[in-house]
C-alpha cells in the first residue's frame, strides 16, 4: 500500500512538473518574437547580413561547416562500414600489412590542401574587415562602466558627442523580474545614428575597464581597452534598427550594456545631425554663468533621470552594492569638492565610473539636484565654474 501511494505522489509530481514546464515553455513562446535588426527566437544561425563583411563571414562559416560535414561522412562512414562488414563474427580476419607511400602522402596531401584553401578564404574576409581606409565617417566609441560614448570626429555630424545608456525602464524591468517586449535589456537612450551606403570607420577605447562592441548584423567586434586605440569599420547596406551589446565582461552591470545602432537614409541623416547640432548648441552653456537653484535643479533632474537613475534608482535609495544618494553624508557635506571629485573621477575601480563626458553644466545642474532633492535639502548650489576649476 505504502509504495502504490509513493508512486502515485512521484506520478502527480512529474505530471505537475511537466504541466508547469509546457505553461511556462508557452508563456515564453507567446511573449518572446523576433527583434528585427536583433536576435530572433529560436535563432541557430549567425545574424542576416547587412553588410557584405557580414555576407563573407556567413558564407565562409557555411562553407567551413560542409567542409567539416564531409569529412565527417566521409571518416565515420569508413569506420562505421568497416566494423560491420569485416567483423570477427562474419568471418573475417585482421590483416597484416606495412606502411603504404600512397597513402602517407594522400592523408598528407589532402588535409594540406583543405587547410590552405580554408585559411586563403578567412584571411581574404578578415583583412577586409581591418581595412579601414577612406572611410565616410569615423566615430570614436568609448566604453565606460556601463554604457558607451560617441563622438562624431570626421564627415558629416563632425562635432557631435553623446552619451548612450539602457532605458530606465528596461532597468526597471529587470529589478522587477518583469522582462517585456522584444527589445528587452537592448533598448538605449541615444541610438548611434550613421547613414545607409556610407564606410563608417569605429575607432574604440574606454575609459576604466576593457570592453567589447559588437553588432552581429555587421560582423563588427572590435575590444574596448583603457589607454589603446583600435578601429574597425562598416557599411550598412539597408536602412533600420541593429542591435549588440558589450560582449567583453565588464563587471557587474555588463548585462546593462547593449548597442543600437540606427541606419537612416541619406537624407535623414542629414536632418538628424541638424536637429542634433541645435540641441548641442543649446546645451553648450557658458561656463561662467550663475544659475539660479531652481534651474539648476530642473536640469539636474533630466540628467540624473538620464545617466544615475539606472544605478541609484529615481528614488535615490540605490540597491545592493549601489549606495544611496538619498541621505548620503558625502552628497549632504558642505565640502562640495567631496561630490565633485567623485563625479569627475569615480570610485572603487569603477565601481562608480567617471562623468567627466557630461559638460560642467551637466555635472553642477546634477550635483545641485542630489543635494536639493528627497532628504537631502541642504540648500547647497554647486555651477559649472565650479566643475571648470575642479577639472583643472
Partial sequence: MMMKTTKTFVSRVCQGAAALGLATAAQLAVAVGDLAGGPAKNQIDLHPPVTKIASDVQGLHNFMLVICLVIFLAVFGVMFYSIIKHR?????????????????????????????????????????????????????????????????????????????????????????????????LLKVDNPLVVPVGKKVRIITTAADVIHSWMVPAFAVKQDAIPGFVRDTWFRAEKTGD???????????????????????????????????????????????????????????????????????????????????????????????????????????NGAMPSWKALSDTEIAAVITFTKNNWSNKTGQIVQPADIVAARK
Wanted: charged share 25%.
Fill in 88 to 184: 570477427k563474427s562474419v568471418g573475417h580476419k585482421s590483416a597484416n600489412f606495412h606502411e603504404s607511400v600512397a597513402v602517407e602522402i594522400a592523408w598528407t596531401i589532402v588535409p594540406f590542401v583543405i587547410v590552405v584553401v580554408m585559411g586563403m578564404m578567412a584571411t581574404k574576409t578578415v583583412v577586409a574587415m581591418k581595412d579601414t581606409s577612406n572611410a565616410d565617417l569615423t566615430i570614436k566609441t568609448t566604453g565606460y562602466q556601463w554604457k558607451w560614448g560617441y563622438d562624431y570626429l570626421k564627415g558629416e555630424g563632425e562635432g557631435i558627442g553623446f552619451l548612450s545608456t539602457l532605458d530606465l525602464a528596461q532597468r526597471q524591468m529587470s529589478d522587477a523580474g518583469k522582462p517585456s517586449g522584444d527589445d528587452y
Fill in 242 to 348: 541593429f542591435y549588440g551589446q558589450c560582449v567583453e565582461l565588464c563587471g557587474k552591470e555588463h548585462a546593462y550594456m547593449p548597442i543600437h545602432v540606427k541606419v537612416l537614409s541619406a537624407e535623414d541623416y542629414t536632418k538628424w545631425v541638424a536637429v542634433k547640432k541645435k540641441e548641442l548648441a543649446a546645451k553648450a552653456d557658458d561656463p561662467s554663468k550663475v544659475w539660479t537653484l531652481a534651474d539648476l535643479q530642473a536640469r539636474g533632474e533630466k540628467i540624473y533621470n538620464a545617466n544615475c537613475a539606472v544605478c541609484h534608482k529615481p528614488d535615490g535609495k540605490g540597491a545592493g552594492p549601489i549606495k544611496p544618494l538619498d541621505g548620503s553624508a558625502i552628497v549632504q557635506d558642505a565640502d562640495k569638492a567631496k561630490q565633485i571629485d567623485v563625479l569627475l573621477n569615480g570610485r572603487l
